[in-house]
């Protein structure tokens, strides 16, 4: 193996960090909706456990939060739904390019994200407030864009780096 991914691979850790760490935010924003959804419905129906006005927006806001941030996690996995019905039928070599241009087209959109997402929160977002919390700015609800974009290009960086060391470094049986 060359001695530059031998390098790289040093910062693997650090990869796994931010896995584990975008997947610890996942299961506790899980943990929070399922306790404040099941106190919102059993508020309903027990007159002494309270039905918070503000439960139904932050079950939604927690649900945003770990849609974009699941995705992301599923970049490194590569666990994304991709075309690979040709994939046997076509060199390899193409295959690994046509996968860096799919990682590039990924890498653009997770830029996007980064930048629009965060002129909305902190544009449009920043300017209102929740409706049952108005002390509790909008900021909170663009936030997972901007957010899961910052996941999204430290996966990609990674998905990108093991396309091209598949180039130079063969394939181990």
């Not at 994200?113 to 544009?123: N, R």
């Not at 999204?152 to 780096?161: G, P």
Request: proline share 5%.
């Amino acid at each position: 193996m060359p001695e530059i991914f031998k390098t790289i691979d040093k910062i693997k850790p650090a990869y796994d960090f931010t896995y584990k760490a975008v997947m610890v935010i996942c299961k506790l924003l899980l943990i929070a909706d399922i306790l404040i959804t099941t106190m919102a419905v059993a508020g309903r129906y027990i007159p002494f456990i309270p039905d918070p006005a503000w439960s139904e927006e932050v079950v939604l806001t927690c649900m945003s939060y770990m849609a974009v941030l699941s995705a992301a996690l599923a970049i490194r996995r590569g666990a994304h739904i991709r075309m690979t019905a040709l994939d046997t039928y076509l060199p390899k070599g193409l295959v690994k390019f046509l996968d860096i241009l799919a990682d590039g087209a990924v890498l653009a959109l997770s830029v996007i994200m980064i930048v629009v997402g965060w002129q909305y929160a902190t544009g449009l977002g920043a300017k209102g407030s929740y409706v049952s919390m108005p002390k509790v700015s909008r900021f909170w609800m663009y936030f997972p864009v901007p957010l899961a974009g910052v996941a999204m290009l430290i996966f990609e960086l990674e998905a990108v780096y093991n396309h091209i060391k598949g180039f130079f470094v063969k394939e181990e049986a």
